[in-house]
């Protein structure tokens, strides 16, 4: 083979042989316009660097934006749900049950409420009509009188409607605070601790709360009738709100008759709330005494009625509970 016939590739050379990557490199870069197409590349290196890295800052803060964003929407709907008047599925079940005709009443009322207000409407247009003297209106009189009746009968039914969302709204407040009250935790006198909402169907709990010395009376009122108190299964767990610790703890012995709140600050945050509502001042002491089902059965201020209870309340070994009757109603103040 001739020499102007030979090939030579960046792989080998004529002989087939394949090229050493050190003499590729050497004759690739022996070319002037390779050469000069990699010192170009050299120089523009840095500033490419700089623009990747400005490129991957944006991106992550276009990232980042609509995720701020977005945590920012869900703080603000977090703190809006926070603010309302929210109830869990037990506590609207509990209300359908006391009132299960409540719902009933409601969508009479509205439907009537409606169809007064569509007749009001068409009062009025017979009114109008009798009025301009238009041919076959009935009477100006008649249009008059048909319009007072409609619009009597609309706020009518708007104040049944009303009555009866200010009854529901009342009592979803009552059983939402039995349920704060029943999540408070307290310890036995064997050293177990549980929830309030734990000793349903096991005993009926009164809570006493105020100062010291109120608590200490309350509980001399209780030991006169101690034995009366254990039989109908009555817990007594005092909550001093003067922050003390005067009250002594229960022994051994009063495991059926005598408990310690935990947490006294959300005991106290309860009581608060409830004196609050009752317009009642920081110093005057209350009880609230509780069914076996955790409904509040009896609760008022002044000196605790431990005697009406010792002898009103049936025993627990008989019939009593759940139903309006059996658990005693002493001294109901709610």
Not at 45 to 70: F, L, W, Y
Not at 100 to 116: D, H, M, N, V, Y
Not at 308 to 328: K, Q
Request: positive net charge; glycine residues 10%.
């Amino acid at each position: 083979m001739t020499s102007h016939d030979s090939y030579t590739s960046p792989m080998g050379r004529a002989s087939g042989h394949p090229a050493s990557p050190s003499r590729v490199a050497m004759r690739s870069t022996s070319s002037p316009r390779v050469a000069r197409a990699l010192a170009s590349r050299a120089r523009d290196a840095p500033s490419s660097r700089v623009s990747s890295r400005a490129a991957r800052r944006a991106r992550r803060t276009r990232d980042v934006a609509p995720m701020t964003m977005m945590t920012k929407r869900t703080e603000e709907t977090t703190t809006t749900t926070r603010t309302r008047a929210t109830y869990s599925n037990e506590t609207k079940l509990r209300s359908e049950a006391e009132a299960p005709f409540r719902i009933a009443r409601q969508f009479l009322f509205g439907a009537c409420g409606t169809s007064a207000t569509i007749g009001s409407g068409i009062a009025v247009i017979q009114a109008a009509t009798g009025a301009a003297g238009a041919p076959n209106a009935p009477p100006l009189a008649t249009s008059l009188g048909n319009l007072g009746v409609d619009l009597a009968c609309v706020g009518f039914f708007v104040w049944l409607y009303s009555r009866e969302e200010a009854a529901r709204a009342r009592q979803m407040a009552r059983i939402g605070r039995e349920e704060r009250l029943g999540r408070l935790r307290c310890e036995l006198a064997n050293g177990r601790g549980t929830r309030l909402e734990d000793l349903r169907g096991f005993a009926r709990c009164v809570v006493v709360a105020g100062d010291d010395a109120y608590v200490r009376t309350a509980l001399e009122d209780a030991e006169r009738v101690r034995e009366g108190l254990i039989e109908r299964g009555v817990l007594i767990i005092p909550v001093s709100t003067s922050g003390s610790s005067a009250v002594e703890p229960p022994r051994a012995e009063d495991l059926k008759f005598r408990a310690t709140a935990v947490r006294a600050g959300d005991w106290s945050d309860w009581v608060k709330e409830q004196k609050e509502m009752a317009n009642l001042g920081d110093d005057v002491g209350v009880y609230v005494g509780l069914r076996m089902d955790g409904r509040v059965r009896s609760s008022g201020k002044g000196r605790v009625p431990f005697e009406r209870f010792s002898v009103e309340l049936p025993p627990t070994d008989s019939w009593g509970g759940a139903l309006d009757g059996f658990d005693g109603r002493v001294g109901v103040d709610t």
